[in-house]
Nanobody
Framework: QVQLVESGGGLVQAGGSLRISCAASGRTFSLYAMGWFRQAPGKEREFVAA????????SYGDSVKGRFTISRDNAKNTVYLQMNSLKPEDTAVYYCAVKRSIVVVTTSGEYDFWGQGTQVTVSS
C-alpha cells in the first residue's frame, strides 16, 4: 500500500502561481511513477502531468503545457506541481497518483493509488 497526501491548494487570482505537493509513504517511493490529475465539477478527470521514477522524463496535458512543471524529490518522498499563469479554467480538485513503473504514465486507469485531492480555485 502507498498512502498519498496532497497539500498546498487554495485560492489564487488569475495570473498567479501556486505549488501543490504530494507526500507519499508506505513503499519505496523512487520506484514509482507519479502523476497529477484534476477534476472540475461536472467534468471528467483530466490528465495534468506525470513524471518517471527517476524524474528524467515528464509529460504534460495540452492545457497546461508551458505553465505547469512537475518535479519530485525522492529523498523526501514528495512530488510537486508548480502552477504558473493560472487561469480560472484551472479551478479543480487536484489529485496525485502513483504506479509502480519506471516510465511516465499518463492514463488515470493505470494508476494504483490515489490521494484525497486538494482544491485549487483561480478567481478572475
Amino acid at each position: 500500500q502507498v498512502q498519498l497526501v496532497e497539500s498546498g491548494g487554495g485560492l489564487v487570482q488569475a495570473g498567479g502561481s501556486l505549488r501543490i505537493s504530494c507526500a507519499a509513504s508506505g513503499r519505496t517511493f523512487s520506484l514509482y511513477a507519479m502523476g497529477w490529475f484534476r477534476q472540475a465539477p461536472g467534468k471528467e478527470r483530466e490528465f495534468v502531468a506525470a513524471i518517471s521514477w527517476s524524474g528524467g522524463s515528464t509529460s504534460y496535458g495540452d492545457s497546461v503545457k508551458g505553465r505547469f512543471t512537475i518535479s519530485r524529490d525522492n529523498a523526501k518522498n514528495t512530488v510537486y506541481l508548480q502552477m504558473n499563469s493560472l487561469k480560472p479554467e484551472d479551478t479543480a480538485v487536484y489529485y496525485c497518483a502513483v504506479k509502480r513503473s519506471i516510465v511516465v504514465v499518463t492514463t488515470s486507469g493505470e494508476y494504483d493509488f490515489w490521494g484525497q485531492g486538494t482544491q485549487v480555485t483561480v478567481s478572475s
